[in-house]
Nanobody
C-alpha cells in the first residue's frame, strides 16, 4: 500500500511554469507505476503523463507533449511534473496516482490506478 501527497499547484500567468510534486509513503515506491491526471470543473479526470517503475518509460497526453515533463526519484519516494508554457486550458486540479506493477505497464486511464493523492489546484490566467 502507498499513500500519496501531491503539492506545488498555484496561480500562474499563461506562458509560465510550475513544478508539481508527489510524495509517497512506503518502502516499495520503485514497484509502482506513477501518473498524473487532471480534472477541470464539470469534466472527467483526464490522463496527463505516466512514468514506469524505474523511470525508463514515459507517456504523455498529446495536449501536453513538449511542454510537460514527468520524472521520479525512487531514492526520495517522489515524482514530479514540470509544466512549462502553461495555457489557460491547463487549469484543473492535478492528481498523482500509483499502481503496483510487475513490469513496465503504463495505464492511461483512471481505472488503471488504485492509489491517489488529494489533488493540487493549478490555475493559469490569460
Amino acid at each position: 500500500q502507498v499513500q500519496l501527497v501531491d503539492s506545488g499547484g498555484g496561480l500562474v500567468q499563461a506562458g509560465g511554469s510550475l513544478r508539481l510534486s508527489c510524495a509517497a509513503s512506503g518502502r516499495t515506491f520503485s514497484q509502482y507505476a506513477m501518473a498524473w491526471f487532471r480534472q477541470a470543473p464539470g469534466k472527467e479526470r483526464d490522463f496527463v503523463a505516466a512514468i514506469s517503475r524505474n523511470g525508463d518509460s514515459t507517456d504523455y497526453a498529446d495536449s501536453v507533449k513538449g511542454r510537460f515533463t514527468i520524472s521520479r526519484d525512487n531514492a526520495k519516494n517522489a515524482m514530479y511534473l514540470q509544466m512549462n508554457s502553461l495555457k489557460p486550458d491547463d487549469t484543473a486540479v492535478y492528481f498523482c496516482a500509483a499502481r503496483w506493477v510487475l513490469d513496465t505497464t503504463l495505464p492511461t486511464t483512471p481505472k488503471g490506478y488504485r492509489y491517489w493523492g488529494q489533488g493540487t489546484q493549478v490555475t493559469v490566467s490569460s
